[in-house]
């Protein structure tokens, strides 16, 4: 089974947002596969996506912190400059972290760790809506959860 | 539908270099996806892939700056040193930026971002030739782009 | 063809360690598998996976230096404090490095270049077993590794 949907964000504000529940409603053919894998990939040059802890918020804000730290603005080494202070920074925190995330899918549900959580990692002052392409694909349960009846693949 | 092929490409001199038509050249198949995801892995430990603005080069410019000075030549840690002072540094880009990018395929085209290309990252002075596997997996359109009819999945 | 498991790895001392091995005998598969990909994902948040040099131990002891060095414990900005100063830390080297690796595989083989290797990527002090969740996918080769005939897809 293969599935490709797009995911429209609101806009953000500059940080690292958990964004793994708007995916999952995104996709619900999800729960009709009994193996597979879901790829998330973000289609700009200054968002990334990142996988991290979904609990507690100064996680994420020190994700930020330190991105900031270690990917100065206006070091005097950038050329391409001309877009304000937060492009240049903006493009290689992206590749620091990476277009994509590409999580398991096991009787339906994203395999993620108990403390996992997909970040929209927005690093522009003024991102704007962000563009996701979804793409499922992976074997499809005999089971379908609309019918009813007890799912003879899940065992946990 | 499975292919896969690798691409051998010609030797690059130090820094990040956009090789998008290049992969797309070499996996002439992409064209007969419906939908589906193209893996790009490159072979090496000290050159890396990653996603990144296609349009202006002080871009990449700036990625070779600042990657050189977050992770410096002959930094007083270093053990692995025997293979000139380009080779630790080479390992760590390599690591930070990753071995594969894989993006999403949609109707016989790679589904990038207006402003993403694909970038080799080439962390070696004198890295020579570096070897790339190409993976696509995907639904196979009931169009053939050879037929000359109108393709009816083709929405945008 | 897809097959889905996972692998508990016994505890490693806080560093980066090399795990291909490990991987390809949890999943024999890949023997029958003409070609495909390994999906390798690691569900925990301050640990994480990359590909690198497979030889010296001294590149993995650099490894750690750099990382400690990029991303210092006790950094004035954290707030997320209270689980030890391994820990912010933990979570923001396994974003930059990621938690999952996919690996092309060709002929019932990984197709890694000669110098790559799978590395455990263990940020914490007392990170316990880590579990990790394999997927493979791909096209089943005609020839089956256990007949003792000769493999007609085997090239090199």
Chains 1, 2, 3 share one sequence.
């Not at 994700?63 to 900031?68: A, I, L």
């Not at 096991?106 to 760790?113: K, S």
């Not at 499922?136 to 959860?145: K, V, Y």
Request: glycine share 8%; net charge negative.
């Amino acid at each position: 089974m293969w599935h490709q949907t797009t995911l429209r964000l609101a806009p953000r504000q500059r940080g690292f947002h958990l964004i793994t529940d708007e995916i999952v409603k995104a996709m619900p053919a999800l729960a009709e596969a009994r193996a597979g894998l879901l790829h998330v990939f973000i289609q700009h040059s200054s968002a990334s996506l990142t996988i991290n802890e979904n609990a507690d918020p100064t996680v994420r804000q020190d994700f930020e912190s330190h991105f900031n730290a270690m990917v100065p603005e206006d070091a005097p080494y950038y050329r391409h400059t001309y877009e304000g202070s937060d492009d240049m920074p903006a493009h290689l925190k992206a590749s620091l972290l990476g277009s994509s995330v590409s999580v398991p899918v096991t009787e339906g549900r994203l395999a993620l760790g108990t403390w996992q959580g997909i970040y929209l990692c927005e690093h522009r002052d003024q991102g704007g809506a962000r563009q996701l392409v979804l793409t499922l694909h992976g074997e499809r349960s005999r089971w379908r959860p609309e019918s009813g009846a007890p799912d003879p693949y899940r065992v946990r």
